[in-house]
């Protein structure tokens, strides 16, 4: 639909791709810095990619809005995992769409609903595709499925100057959004690291978190009202700065993954772009005391914009520090006045509680250490892909808990998933070419904070799914049998599932399924995603 | 249950009813500030009121759970609206419960519910009995009821220091809690104008506002989870600073009135006791210019912890102000970091906005305006039983809106409320001894406000409740039609409904009579309000 192509696999458009010396060198320097990762390998062409046949046939009536062309079956049928970029590489796409639908606007939307529920068809609604839990891809079983790419509603169809808001549809990207708020002297400032290519359904649909260390942490909070399509009818509710009029209704939207109805726009709280900003970054030698920093900043009431937190490992991997102190990244900012008193005020509750802070800097995206961080946060996707050319696992997974069980949670974490990911590879879990997991905090609370944590490890070549699945499920087991979330901001899809079933409260599955089977009874929304029918 | 009673009608409790004489000078006092109200009448004693006979009887393993006593029943009768004061001065209790149970624990909590299941009797979850909107009345015609008191469950159980948060049952009161709160140095900071008597799980089931102006604006912000007994079984969310794990769970119950589950106990995060507090009061000529100081604060990112707006006639109603000037009431307040920067910025807003500041205060309460708004906010329910007696309706609605809406919002509501009011009273609009209705916001957002509304009228005696009821119809129709909500804060209860119904996505009432429907299948809780099953 669009002229540049996104790959077919992976991270980032067709012609982002390195190039083959790039790789060689790439592979090269993986192995001096980190002990493991093998010679480069090619992934399988988009042309060699084989497909099942497609089990839907577009109706007459419809046509227009419907694809089953090969790439964009292969394109729509996995998410951004590390589990899907690699199957991506190996060509594996075990469950593509059967066609691939772009709806132009509402009633179009309907029309695919309503076609596809007389044909007993799953819908799956599709936005960048940047879901890295598998929230988007068809494991289905002999159901055909339809995925609806809502690229075609991207606009931001009202802005209201006064009240801080716009009307956008759920297909906008990050950039495209932001481009055209950017002509009111607005912004959402909702960037997580799908920004590129996420879309701002996606975000709502996942409870995305986004930019805001504290305070506005999740899109939740930037949400005034919502439109969906659902197949029992529209689901709208009203633009309100604060109600109290029941159950918030965006609130049992927001986070449902599709299963209750399809997003088409959204009331969103927006933003004057920035006057004032201060960053600086403090080091610690000891990765706990740094946490009781942290707490003490996330308690104060300053609210920095930025307040993350990253252990030497990660803040070595980033090239935001040298590797043996604990970096903590603290920014604050306002359209409205300046915020440097802020910043002094936040680096001595810093230094009250053992940080070394640098310099103050108000200037943007320097060479410094804030920005080296900033700058490999957008760039760690593209590089996955080159990791696994190189033979490297390479995968994030990320929680939330409260400060009373920080620091027991944490170390139990780690060790867990240290010992994990060197069984599945084969390796010893500690010296030259050990795997490495590394920990950030994204987003500190009063009461708690949502630690992310990065694993690095030799791939076992043709087996990283399994690999990785292990991994994954023993840290999984960790963070649910220690008390905390399965996911902070990475939604539940359906990797998440088995964990997921057991930190929801049982009444409200039951609630839950209940109302989807109101509202879809045919259970043709995105199923397998949160629960089953 | 207790030793000190509450008033079986009205506010407070029975040792704090005024004097004869303390009620005819009021009627004096009033008649000449205002030209109407009438001459004293007297409440129809407790021993006088006629109740139903009671369809249900104790079961003799649970008796000592239950009182069919004459006090209680008449007691758990009605909530505190003008039309519930007015009915119970008059001895009108209607819909009384046929039996009060008062269990002691979650094992008492479902041993009611599954007797009262198998009597085919409804139950309605009682905290303090300061509902606004008919949420806890039984008005259920033939359905026998049982008030659930959640009263002995008054216990804060756990304090979690580290990670400011506390587990509090649901039926401890503001004081109560605050009491047990402030021998760990720590504070709720939850104080709506039902702080004296209500509870936190009536706070969590209707979506209560409290004492902040922006920010953690309602309950929902303070809880961090939850635990409800449901028919079909406990409903517990993991605590969690934040989540993205499917919708939130605690979102779903959070405003629920008491129709999925009865809420037990909850995590709520706490902070330390003040430290640093200013305030100051800032007249405005014209109550339009103080409504765009209020939006360029509520947009500059401050976050002022009082930022109230009464209009003239509100600021000269509270003694506030002298009666020709808007008064904004503005507070910040810290338990970590000084506040001086942080008003003087603000009062900049306000200047720069056409605002005239007055001194700022960091003492605490004072004879100021400040701490005249403040007593009378907390005196407004006693004087409400004072007015009732000298004849005079006295009442208040709310809203919320977007700031593109509010202006003419604002002189639509008002001017509807004043012809309806006037018709209603059957005296003039306008002149000596008319109706005052009088406007202040509650709290406020970037995005929006929310308009709190007080009606003052001579009451048409024996007919106050019509009188009343014609009011709030028209003004409700007003603030339906023009995009704003039915409640902001008061909750939906049996009042509310013909307008929530309109309100709320006709898709999420499908989802929330099918997810009740599943919890509470023979409709037991609290049936009425928010759905009909």
Chains 1, 2 share one sequence.
């Not at 449902?256 to 920035?274: D, K, M, N, T």
């Amino acid at each position: 639909m669009t002229e540049r192509r996104l790959k077919h696999w992976g991270w980032g458009y067709e012609d982002q791709a390195p190039t083959a010396t790039q790789l060689r060198e790439a592979a090269e320097g993986i192995r001096a810095r980190f002990g493991f990762g093998g010679e480069v390998e090619k992934p399988v062409p988009l042309a060699e990619v084989e497909l099942r046949k497609a089990r839907l046939k577009a109706p007459s009536g419809l046509g227009g809005l419907f694809s089953d062309a090969h790439y964009e079956r292969v394109s729509h049928s996995l998410g951004s995992a590390y589990r899907d970029v690699v199957r991506g590489f190996y060509g594996k796409f075990e469950n593509p769409p059967d066609l691939v639908a772009f709806p132009g606007d509402e009633s179009e939307i309907e029309a695919v609903l309503s076609w596809a529920e007389a044909e007993g068809a799953a819908v799956i609604p599709f936005g960048g595709g940047t879901s890295v839990c598998g929230g988007v891809e068809p494991r289905l079983g002999e159901r055909p499925s339809v995925s609806l790419d809502l690229r075609r509603l991207d606009r931001v169809l009202e802005v209201d100057a006064e009240s801080l808001a716009a009307r956008i549809q759920a297909g906008a990207t990050g950039p495209g959004l932001e481009d055209q708020l950017r002509e009111h002297g607005l912004t959402l400032r909702h960037f997580p690291q799908s920004f590129e290519y996420a879309t701002l359904g996606g975000w709502i649909a996942t409870r995305a978190g986004g930019h805001f260390a504290t305070l506005e942490t999740h899109i939740d909070d930037l949400v005034e009202s919502v439109r969906a399509i659902t197949p029992r009818g529209t689901w709208e509710s009203r633009r309100l700065p604060g109600s109290g009029a029941g159950p918030s209704p965006d609130r049992l939207l927001i986070g449902s993954e599709g299963i209750l109805g399809v997003i088409a726009e959204s009331w969103v709280r927006v933003r004057p772009r920035l006057g004032f900003k201060a960053s600086a970054s403090v080091a610690f030698d000891d990765f706990g005391v740094a946490a009781g920093a942290v707490r003490a900043l996330a308690q104060s009431g300053l609210h920095p914009a930025n307040c993350r937190l990253l252990d030497a490992s990660e803040a070595e991997l980033t090239g935001a520090g040298a590797g043996s102190a604990n970096l903590l990244i603290l920014g604050f900012e306002s359209a409205h006045h300046p915020v440097d008193a802020a910043i002094d005020t936040a680096l001595e509750i810093a230094r009250d509680h053992g940080g070394n802070p640098g310099e103050v800097r108000t200037a943007g995206d320097g060479d410094d250490a804030v920005g080296q961080w900033r700058g490999a946060f957008l760039l760690a996707p593209y590089l996955r892909d080159t990791f696994v050319a190189c033979g490297v696992l390479s995968e994030t997974f990320e929680t939330a808990i409260t400060w009373d069980r920080f620091e027991e949670f944490h170390a139990t974490v780690m060790e867990t998933a240290r010992r994990a990911v060197a069984e599945a590879s084969g390796v010893a879990a500690d010296g030259p070419g050990a795997p490495r997991v590394s920990c950030r905090f994204t987003h500190v609370y009063p009461d708690g904070v949502a630690p992310y944590f990065t694993v690095l490890a030799p791939a076992v070549r043709g087996g990283e799914v399994e690999q990785w699945d292990e991994v994954k499920a023993a840290a999984s087991e960790a963070l649910i049998g220690a008390g905390g979330t399965i996911t902070h901001h990475h939604a539940v899809g359906r990797d998440h599932r088995p964990w997921y079933d057991r930190q929801r409260p049982a009444p409200f599955a039951a609630a839950l399924r209940a109302a989807k089977a109101e509202l879809d009874p045919s259970g043709m929304l995105n199923p397998g995603v949160l629960i089953d029918l």
